[in-house]
């Protein structure tokens, strides 16, 4: 071997891949083409001895790390909450929710219901709100004991019998609940047990608001004499702007703690007020966990299944009616608590489509 090849060799083993005489070498065809593709590699400032490609591999994984971290801080600030924050609700919560079922004249579609959130397996427990004059009959009790019970997932089941029939009663604490998530939901509401579980693991993600199925909004429609006017908005104003203000507790989520507010913080006067006006109670609601939370409630996207008729909100007037209870009670919270979002839940398994 040639005195100069075995000079290149020696600076080669002393360089590395990244010497400038393994490249003058290789120019003059004293390496096998091995080395020559070997040389296309790109040089890098921190290439050179053996110790060069750890301290880029360590530089490479730092680097990918950081906009991991900038990705995914900024995806929780655009979505509105953080998914993968700790909940700060306890573990019972985490392992289930609490079904509150607000019933009234309605027997054959609290059997549907009944058995339906009893076959999903995030169900805890259920809460049949009975707030009518007379007690439920036993058949229908033991009813609807034997359809919980012939349900795989095993829950708790009662009867939450409210003396006195006041719309406000819905919303009453029970001492025995042990999640801190309920699900609040009208007795002819059906949601299919899969989209419930999603609804379930978003309200994880933000327990001090409502997380919910139906939205809804409020508008200012008008100002006189320095007092604003707003207006109660349905669902199709909701699809035209995009926008909505609250979810309806005809099918939401919310955390336990604010049944004891509802019933014993409110005012009085708000309370008053909705024992003379009867369908009221769900805003009250949506204003109670607005003023106490500070935040905007979360519409998921999903399917909603309504037994029989529409109910009230196909009544003439309905909306006037609405609106009037609206500005009631925004004047009696002397002040607006509720925001406008355009943030929607949407569980991504279930469709292809963003």
């Not at 790390?65 to 655009?78: E, K």
């Not at 392992?95 to 309605?106: A, E, H």
């Not at 905007?296 to 008729?309: E, H």
Request: some cysteine; hydrophobic content about 40%.
């Amino acid at each position: 071997m040639s005195s100069a090849s075995t000079l290149v060799r020696i600076r080669e083993e002393e360089a590395g891949l990244c010497s400038p005489a393994k490249e003058k070498a290789a120019a003059r065809g004293a390496f096998g083409s091995r080395w020559l593709l070997l040389l296309w590699r790109p040089r890098h400032p921190l290439c050179g001895g053996g110790g060069g490609r750890p301290k880029v591999k360590l530089l490479a994984c730092v680097v990918v790390l950081g906009l991991v971290l900038l990705v995914g801080s900024r995806l929780d600030s655009f979505m509105g909450w953080n998914f993968h924050q700790p909940s700060s609700v306890s573990s019972p919560s985490r392992g289930g929710y609490t079904v509150l079922i607000n019933t009234w004249n309605r027997n054959n579609h609290l059997k549907q219901t009944v058995g339906h959130y009893a076959s999903c397996t995030g169900t805890d427990a259920i809460r049949v709100i009975w707030s009518k004059s007379d007690p439920p009959q036993e058949k229908l009790k033991s009813h609807l004991n034997e359809v919980v019970a012939s349900k795989s997932h095993k829950h708790d089941f009662k009867f939450d019998i409210i003396s006195g029939s006041t719309t406000i009663s819905r919303f009453r604490p029970s001492g025995d609940i042990r999640t801190d998530a309920v699900f609040s939901v009208d007795h002819d509401v059906i949601i299919p047990c899969p989209t419930l579980d999603f609804a379930f693991t978003v309200w994880q993600s933000a327990p001090s608001t409502m997380v919910g199925f139906v939205p809804r909004a409020h508008s200012l429609k008008a100002e006189g004499n320095g007092i604003p006017y707003y207006k109660y908005e349905g669902w199709w104003s909701v699809w035209w702007k995009g926008t909505y203000s609250m979810v309806l507790a005809q099918a939401a989520f919310f955390h336990r703690k604010y049944l004891d507010m509802y019933t014993y913080i409110m005012p009085s006067t708000v309370h008053d007020y909705l024992t003379r006006e009867r369908i009221c109670e769900d805003i009250a609601m949506s204003l109670l966990i607005a003023n106490a939370s500070g935040s905007p409630p979360i519409w998921v996207k999903g399917k909603t299944y309504k037994i029989g008729a529409s109910g009230t909100s196909g009544l003439e007037g309905h909306g006037d009616h609405r609106s009037r209870c609206l500005n009631e009670l925004l004047s009696l919270y002397e002040t607006v608590p509720l925001m406008h979002t355009n943030v929607k839940a949407v569980d991504a398994r279930q469709g292809w489509l963003w």
